[in-house]
Protein backbone atom coordinates (compact mmCIF):
# COMPACT_ATOMS: atom_id res chain seq x y z
CA UNK A 1 0.00 0.00 0.00
CA UNK A 2 1.34 3.69 -0.99
CA UNK A 3 1.77 5.65 1.63
CA UNK A 4 -1.23 8.08 1.81
CA UNK A 5 0.76 11.26 2.85
CA UNK A 6 3.43 10.72 0.16
CA UNK A 7 0.63 9.79 -2.47
CA UNK A 8 -1.42 12.99 -1.60
CA UNK A 9 1.70 15.46 -1.38
CA UNK A 10 2.36 13.77 -5.28
CA UNK A 11 -0.78 14.38 -7.11
CA UNK A 12 -3.56 16.54 -5.46
CA UNK A 13 -2.19 18.49 -2.97
CA UNK A 14 -0.52 21.28 -5.45
CA UNK A 15 -3.43 21.91 -8.22
CA UNK A 16 -5.81 21.64 -5.32
CA UNK A 17 -3.45 24.50 -3.35
CA UNK A 18 -2.38 26.78 -6.71
CA UNK A 19 -6.12 26.67 -7.46
CA UNK A 20 -7.86 27.84 -4.28
CA UNK A 21 -5.39 30.10 -3.40
CA UNK A 22 -5.81 32.26 -6.77
CA UNK A 23 -9.58 32.20 -6.02
CA UNK A 24 -8.59 33.25 -2.98
CA UNK A 25 -6.00 36.56 -3.52
CA UNK A 26 -8.20 37.21 -7.00
CA UNK A 27 -11.23 37.73 -5.37
CA UNK A 28 -11.26 40.79 -3.50
CA UNK A 29 -10.03 42.34 -6.90
CA UNK A 30 -13.29 42.07 -8.49
CA UNK A 31 -15.15 43.74 -5.81
CA UNK A 32 -13.49 47.32 -6.40
CA UNK A 33 -15.55 49.51 -8.36
CA UNK A 34 -12.96 51.66 -9.56
CA UNK A 35 -10.77 49.20 -10.73
CA UNK A 36 -13.84 47.23 -12.70
CA UNK A 37 -14.70 50.81 -14.37
CA UNK A 38 -11.94 51.47 -16.01
CA UNK A 39 -10.56 48.24 -16.63
CA UNK A 40 -13.31 46.00 -17.11
CA UNK A 41 -11.34 43.53 -19.33
CA UNK A 42 -8.81 42.57 -16.82
CA UNK A 43 -12.08 42.24 -14.47
CA UNK A 44 -13.53 39.51 -16.89
CA UNK A 45 -10.26 37.69 -17.32
CA UNK A 46 -9.50 37.82 -13.54
CA UNK A 47 -13.02 36.30 -13.38
CA UNK A 48 -12.44 33.92 -15.09
CA UNK A 49 -9.12 32.54 -13.86
CA UNK A 50 -11.29 32.68 -10.38
CA UNK A 51 -13.66 30.01 -11.90
CA UNK A 52 -11.46 28.13 -13.79
CA UNK A 53 -9.57 28.06 -9.94
CA UNK A 54 -12.88 27.23 -8.28
CA UNK A 55 -13.86 24.61 -10.84
CA UNK A 56 -10.14 22.53 -10.42
CA UNK A 57 -10.15 23.84 -6.36
CA UNK A 58 -13.51 22.28 -5.03
CA UNK A 59 -13.26 18.82 -6.74
CA UNK A 60 -9.95 18.28 -5.59
CA UNK A 61 -10.12 18.84 -2.11
CA UNK A 62 -13.20 16.64 -1.79
CA UNK A 63 -10.79 14.02 -3.73
CA UNK A 64 -7.91 14.47 -1.41
CA UNK A 65 -10.64 14.57 1.31
CA UNK A 66 -11.71 11.05 0.41
CA UNK A 67 -8.50 10.17 -0.20
CA UNK A 68 -7.64 11.35 3.79
CA UNK A 69 -10.49 9.29 4.30
CA UNK A 70 -9.95 6.02 2.86
CA UNK A 71 -6.61 6.12 4.55
CA UNK A 72 -7.97 6.78 8.54
CA UNK A 73 -6.78 9.88 8.40
CA UNK A 74 -9.69 12.22 7.91
CA UNK A 75 -13.29 11.05 9.70
CA UNK A 76 -16.26 10.63 7.76
CA UNK A 77 -17.93 13.76 9.04
CA UNK A 78 -14.95 15.75 7.60
CA UNK A 79 -15.52 14.33 4.17
CA UNK A 80 -19.36 14.73 4.14
CA UNK A 81 -18.72 18.57 5.21
CA UNK A 82 -16.02 19.32 2.71
CA UNK A 83 -18.10 17.93 0.06
CA UNK A 84 -21.15 20.33 1.03
CA UNK A 85 -18.60 23.01 1.35
CA UNK A 86 -16.97 22.32 -2.24
CA UNK A 87 -20.68 22.05 -3.39
CA UNK A 88 -21.36 25.63 -2.32
CA UNK A 89 -18.47 26.58 -3.95
CA UNK A 90 -19.01 25.54 -7.14
CA UNK A 91 -22.69 26.19 -6.80
CA UNK A 92 -22.25 29.73 -6.12
CA UNK A 93 -19.88 30.37 -8.56
CA UNK A 94 -21.39 28.78 -10.95
CA UNK A 95 -24.95 30.87 -10.98
CA UNK A 96 -22.33 34.07 -10.59
CA UNK A 97 -20.64 33.09 -13.75
CA UNK A 98 -23.70 31.92 -15.64
CA UNK A 99 -25.42 35.72 -14.38
CA UNK A 100 -22.52 37.65 -15.75
CA UNK A 101 -23.00 35.18 -18.75
CA UNK A 102 -26.83 36.47 -19.20
CA UNK A 103 -25.66 40.35 -18.45
CA UNK A 104 -27.63 39.73 -14.83
CA UNK A 105 -25.29 42.15 -13.29
CA UNK A 106 -27.31 42.61 -9.82
CA UNK A 107 -27.50 38.85 -9.66
CA UNK A 108 -24.04 37.80 -10.80
CA UNK A 109 -22.82 40.72 -8.25
CA UNK A 110 -24.91 38.63 -5.36
CA UNK A 111 -24.03 35.44 -6.19
CA UNK A 112 -20.30 35.95 -6.66
CA UNK A 113 -20.51 37.69 -2.95
CA UNK A 114 -21.98 34.28 -1.98
CA UNK A 115 -18.71 32.90 -3.63
CA UNK A 116 -16.53 34.66 -1.86
CA UNK A 117 -17.75 33.87 1.22
CA UNK A 118 -17.50 30.66 0.66
CA UNK A 119 -13.78 30.70 -0.48
CA UNK A 120 -12.99 32.28 3.45
CA UNK A 121 -14.02 29.66 4.90
CA UNK A 122 -10.94 28.32 4.34
CA UNK A 123 -9.07 30.84 5.94
CA UNK A 124 -11.53 30.82 9.15
CA UNK A 125 -11.54 27.50 10.18
CA UNK A 126 -7.64 28.04 10.16
CA UNK A 127 -7.22 31.44 11.14
CA UNK A 128 -9.36 30.40 14.94
CA UNK A 129 -6.28 27.65 15.63
CA UNK A 130 -3.86 30.25 15.29
CA UNK A 131 -5.44 32.44 18.15
CA UNK A 132 -5.00 31.10 21.53
CA UNK A 133 -8.30 33.03 22.86
CA UNK A 134 -10.43 31.96 19.74
CA UNK A 135 -9.53 28.93 19.81
CA UNK A 136 -10.60 28.28 23.61
CA UNK A 137 -13.94 30.03 22.76
CA UNK A 138 -14.50 28.05 19.78
CA UNK A 139 -13.39 24.02 21.55
CA UNK A 140 -16.73 23.77 23.67
CA UNK A 141 -18.91 24.13 20.56
CA UNK A 142 -16.61 22.32 18.24
CA UNK A 143 -16.64 19.44 20.41
CA UNK A 144 -19.97 19.13 21.21
CA UNK A 145 -20.69 18.94 17.19
CA UNK A 146 -17.67 16.65 16.52
CA UNK A 147 -19.33 14.62 19.98
CA UNK A 148 -22.64 14.48 17.51
CA UNK A 149 -20.92 13.10 14.13
CA UNK A 150 -21.27 16.59 12.44
CA UNK A 151 -17.68 18.19 10.88
CA UNK A 152 -17.46 21.71 13.04
CA UNK A 153 -16.89 22.95 9.69
CA UNK A 154 -20.71 23.38 8.87
CA UNK A 155 -20.43 26.56 11.40
CA UNK A 156 -17.73 28.00 9.06
CA UNK A 157 -19.86 27.27 6.14
CA UNK A 158 -23.59 29.00 7.68
CA UNK A 159 -21.64 31.77 9.51
CA UNK A 160 -19.92 32.81 6.41
CA UNK A 161 -23.07 32.64 3.97
CA UNK A 162 -25.03 34.75 6.52
CA UNK A 163 -22.61 37.54 7.00
CA UNK A 164 -22.81 37.63 3.01
CA UNK A 165 -26.28 37.87 3.34
CA UNK A 166 -26.19 40.67 6.23
CA UNK A 167 -23.78 42.40 3.61
CA UNK A 168 -26.24 42.29 0.52
CA UNK A 169 -29.26 43.35 2.61
CA UNK A 170 -26.83 45.97 4.55
CA UNK A 171 -26.13 47.25 0.95
CA UNK A 172 -29.76 47.42 0.09
CA UNK A 173 -30.98 49.12 2.58
CA UNK A 174 -28.19 52.07 1.77
CA UNK A 175 -28.88 52.33 -1.17
CA UNK A 176 -32.93 52.63 -0.76
CA UNK A 177 -31.91 55.26 1.73
CA UNK A 178 -29.72 57.22 -0.45
CA UNK A 179 -32.35 56.82 -3.79
CA UNK A 180 -34.34 58.56 -0.96
CA UNK A 181 -31.92 61.46 -0.02
CA UNK A 182 -31.95 62.29 -3.50
CA UNK A 183 -35.33 61.99 -4.68
CA UNK A 184 -36.22 64.26 -1.25
CA UNK A 185 -33.54 66.62 -2.23
CA UNK A 186 -34.93 69.07 -4.86
CA UNK A 187 -37.99 69.26 -2.55
CA UNK A 188 -36.27 70.37 0.61
CA UNK A 189 -34.45 73.21 -1.73
CA UNK A 190 -37.85 74.86 -2.68
C1 LIG B 1 -15.49 37.07 -6.89
C2 LIG B 1 -16.09 38.06 -7.54
C3 LIG B 1 -16.33 38.12 -9.04
C4 LIG B 1 -15.96 37.26 -10.03
C5 LIG B 1 -15.16 35.99 -9.91
C6 LIG B 1 -16.46 37.80 -11.29
C7 LIG B 1 -16.29 37.20 -12.53
C8 LIG B 1 -16.72 37.72 -13.73
C9 LIG B 1 -16.53 37.10 -15.01
C10 LIG B 1 -15.87 35.74 -15.26
C11 LIG B 1 -17.07 37.91 -15.95
C12 LIG B 1 -17.10 37.68 -17.47
C13 LIG B 1 -18.28 36.84 -17.90
C14 LIG B 1 -18.22 36.64 -19.40
O1 LIG B 1 -17.36 35.88 -19.83
O2 LIG B 1 -19.04 37.22 -20.12
C15 LIG B 1 -17.60 39.08 -15.26
C16 LIG B 1 -18.21 40.14 -15.87
C17 LIG B 1 -18.72 41.23 -15.20
N1 LIG B 1 -18.80 41.40 -13.83
FE1 LIG B 1 -17.94 40.19 -12.45
N2 LIG B 1 -17.12 38.96 -11.03
C18 LIG B 1 -17.07 39.19 -9.67
C19 LIG B 1 -17.62 40.25 -9.00
C20 LIG B 1 -18.32 41.30 -9.59
C21 LIG B 1 -18.91 42.39 -8.88
C22 LIG B 1 -18.88 42.60 -7.35
C23 LIG B 1 -19.50 43.19 -9.79
C24 LIG B 1 -20.28 44.44 -9.45
C25 LIG B 1 -21.29 44.89 -10.08
C26 LIG B 1 -19.27 42.61 -11.11
C27 LIG B 1 -19.65 43.14 -12.33
C28 LIG B 1 -19.38 42.62 -13.56
C29 LIG B 1 -19.68 43.28 -14.84
C30 LIG B 1 -20.29 44.65 -15.01
C31 LIG B 1 -19.28 42.39 -15.86
C32 LIG B 1 -19.34 42.62 -17.35
C33 LIG B 1 -20.56 41.99 -17.98
C34 LIG B 1 -20.50 42.33 -19.45
O3 LIG B 1 -19.63 41.82 -20.15
O4 LIG B 1 -21.35 43.10 -19.88
N3 LIG B 1 -18.56 41.44 -10.95
N4 LIG B 1 -17.37 38.92 -13.91
Request: hydrophobic fraction near 50%; glycine fraction near 6%; charged fraction near 20%.
Amino acid sequence: MLEPQRKLSCSGIPPHGIAGALALFLGPLQFSDKLRRRFLPWHRLIGRIYVYGVAVAAPVGIWIEYIKHAHSIAPLRLLIATIGFGALFMLTTGVGFFMARRRNIQAHRRWMTRSYAVAVVFLESRFVDQIPWLAKLWDRPSTILETHHISDLWVWIVLSLAVAELVLRGERVLKARSSVHKAMAPMAGA
